[in-house]
């Protein structure tokens, strides 16, 4: 069977008329996307379905299974959101109560409101530093368990988004010895399980959904990823019909056909891939080892902060304890060097590498780092430690579940008098996309004097309907 590239390669040769949608006919001549409107089709004979797959979809669908040794995988055309909206209505009933990890993406929480779920929240440790999130611990699922035994299964993050992986192996035990199902959100660990330099996927650790983010950390299009499958306690035509849903009925051959590609790409390659790329950072990290005032956080790290495993892809550059932020950090290194970072916030600036970056770029990466560090000095302002326990808001600080607070009625107000109204929307820094408030739960005077401190930082506060933060949105 040709693959779904080869296919749209031989229709732009032929001499088939699209009387079809898209708009475009696959005709725009001397537009510097020309190619890539040639490739985009609809669904038309031969090149089969999403929806419905029987061919060539479904052949590639199941390289992926095999490649990462899931029961079934499907393709994402809107990203891991678009899974994790199916995977929790999949598996959860109406109205149930999960147990699910407080640093989870936003889209796990508006999967909890579309379905009317209540969430207890697991709440991973701050590092002595106070400015990582670190491991869920198998104690602390066991705990909640114990504390709701009614929950209908669990919900974690894994890797973060900073790299840090929870043990999802033990947790996956206590998960099923409950009764649960378990959904891993690994849309940063798409690499996972393809090479023995980087850690094992969940998929493959007694899971029961596996989301990933093939866009994040391999060669494929944005807004691309998969849904794994993993065991028979959530049915697959469950996950089918719901991927129906919230996934467009109208989706992109292009996304598609560079998933195929990918997953081809690293079936062939994978070991000479991940080894130059498990090199580089080796490299980079022997090179910048005698930083004075930044510090790479590594393996190392992680351990000595009791950690469970730490993704190395994910370079980490704390300036903790100097007198520059991560976010002027983050700035320099675009302005000064051509350095564009992933993400950037208060004590740290976080890079991302995959196995289609060049040595070249950890090499200019390292210069910089090196140059800038020499100029440095310590006596940055105290941490964060304290403003970071807004992330983390005790159980009795949660009034009304996310659903109850959609339908109840609201009034905007200014944003430092909010202290202990209920907050009517969320509030996360982005990226990651973490909500630090929920609908539902109070409005601390910590979490007011966090706001008013990122807007100062001129950190990118999204969620709320005012954009410039001025005013919150709370139950009236």
């Not at 040639?38 to 060539?56: A, M, R, W, Y």
């Not at 590639?60 to 040794?69: I, P, T």
């Not at 510090?295 to 495993?309: H, P, T, V």
């Not at 289609?356 to 390292?366: I, K, M, N, P, V």
Request: glycine content about 8%; charged content about 25%.
């Amino acid at each position: 069977m040709s693959s779904l590239l080869d296919s749209l390669l031989k229709l732009a040769q032929e001499d088939i008329y699209p009387f079809h949608m898209p708009g475009h006919k696959r005709n725009m001549p001397g537009h510097r996307l020309e190619t890539a409107y040639e490739l985009d089709i609809t669904e038309i004979e031969d090149f089969d379905n999403l929806h419905s797959p029987k061919g060539v979809i479904k052949g590639a669908q199941e390289k992926a299974a095999a490649l990462w040794g899931a029961k079934e995988s499907f393709f994402l055309v809107n990203g891991s959101t678009g899974g994790i909206l199916a995977a929790i209505s999949a598996a959860f009933p109406k109205g149930s109560e999960i147990i699910i990890a407080r640093n989870c993406h936003k889209a796990a929480y508006h999967g909890m409101l579309l379905r009317d779920i209540r969430a207890h929240y697991l709440y991973p440790e701050l590092i002595e530093e106070g400015f990582l999130y670190g491991s869920v611990l198998p104690e602390q699922v066991e705990e909640l368990y114990d504390k709701y035994p009614e929950s209908k299964g669990v919900f974690l993050t894994s890797p973060n988004y900073d790299g840090v992986i929870s043990p999802i192996r033990e947790i996956s035990q206590i998960v099923h010895r409950h009764g649960g199902i378990f959904i891993v959100d690994e849309a940063h660990g798409a690499h996972f399980g393809l090479s023995e330099e980087f850690p094992e996927s969940a998929v493959i650790q007694g899971a029961d959904i596996v989301i990933q983010s093939l866009h994040k950390t391999l060669p494929s299009f944005t807004q691309t990823g998969l849904l794994h499958l993993c065991s028979s306690r959530v049915q697959k035509e469950r996950i089918q019909n719901y991927l129906g849903i919230y996934q467009t009925s109208s989706p992109s051959y292009l996304f598609m056909s560079t998933m195929e590609q990918c997953i081809e790409m690293v079936e062939r390659e994978k070991e000479v891939l991940f080894s130059q790329l498990s090199q580089n950072i080796d490299e980079f990290l022997n090179v910048t080892k005698d930083l004075v005032h930044l510090q790479i956080l590594n393996k190392r790290f992680a351990r000595e902060k009791g950690m469970y495993q730490f993704d190395k892809s994910k370079l980490i550059i704390s300036t903790y304890g100097t007198n520059i932020s991560g976010k002027k950090l983050s700035d320099r290194l675009l302005s000064q060097y051509h350095l564009q970072m992933e993400m950037a916030c208060e004590h740290y600036a976080l890079a991302l590498t995959s196995v289609c970056d060049r040595r070249e770029g950890f090499q200019r990466l390292a210069k910089a780092l090196l140059e800038i560090d020499k100029e440095l000095q310590g006596g940055f302002q105290e941490h964060l430690a304290k403003g970071l326990e807004v992330f983390q808001p005790k159980e009795e600080n949660i009034a009304f579940s996310i659903s109850q607070t959609e339908e109840a009625k609201k009034e905007r107000i200014p944003f430092r008098q909010c202290e202990n109204k209920v907050s009517g929307e969320f509030l996360y820094l982005y990226p990651p996309g973490v909500p630090f408030v929920v609908p539902g739960e109070y409005i601390t005077k910590e979490i007011i004097e966090q706001i008013g401190h990122y807007k100062e930082q001129g950190l990118s506060v999204q969620g709320c309907k005012d954009e410039t933060i001025t005013y919150l949105e709370v139950l009236s």
